[in-house]
């Protein structure tokens, strides 16, 4: 465990690994929130988790981080079941040509549920693998392709019009 006092190499690597790549956890966070509060502290969880651990992780802090934030966001989804709620803040400044695309698939994703948002977060945002995906959530890969292909089909029915953003053919 990372102590107070004089700095530790340990505790030096930490603060570089977060300087390095919280800005990028932090984005994922929010993807799989929806919510800038909810992203800090699902973030912070994750750190803190990783800090704990950070001597005894062995080849990449980051993954360790990535899997505690994709867990405990389904954990707290299934302990509070949230109510539906704005999956991006719309008062973010965004290009006015990308405006109406944006507001559509804002839409559309808000309306999935937290585990199909979760896996196309992980397979199109973190351009994870199916086995890849599968590892991270614990889950077989037949399920990944099951939950992918159901939540682009779910996208498909929601927002036709982002159909050559999504494809239009199941994926397989």
Do not use: C
Request: aromatic share 6%; proline share 3%.
């Amino acid at each position: 465990m990372l102590t107070r006092g004089a700095t530790t190499t340990a505790e030096r690597s930490f603060d570089e690994f977060v300087s390095a790549r919280g800005r990028a956890l932090a984005r994922t966070a929010y993807l799989l929130t929806g919510d800038h509060h909810l992203a800090e502290d699902l973030l912070q969880t994750a750190l803190m988790q990783t800090a704990r651990h950070w001597e005894r992780i062995h080849g990449s802090p980051e993954a360790y981080a990535r899997r505690i934030l994709y867990h405990q966001n389904i954990s707290w989804w299934r302990r509070k079941r949230w109510q539906e709620s704005p999956l991006f803040d719309h008062d973010a400044p965004a290009p006015a040509a990308d405006t109406d695309l944006r507001m559509t698939l804002e839409d559309a994703l808000r309306r999935l549920t937290v585990r199909q948002r979760t896996i196309l977060v992980l397979r199109y945002f973190e351009d994870l693998t199916e086995v890849q995906t599968a590892a991270e959530l614990g889950i077989s890969v037949g399920a990944v392709k099951s939950m992918t292909r159901q939540a682009l089909g779910r996208l498909r029915t929601l927002a036709p019009e982002l159909a050559e953003l999504i494809g239009s053919s199941d994926p397989g």
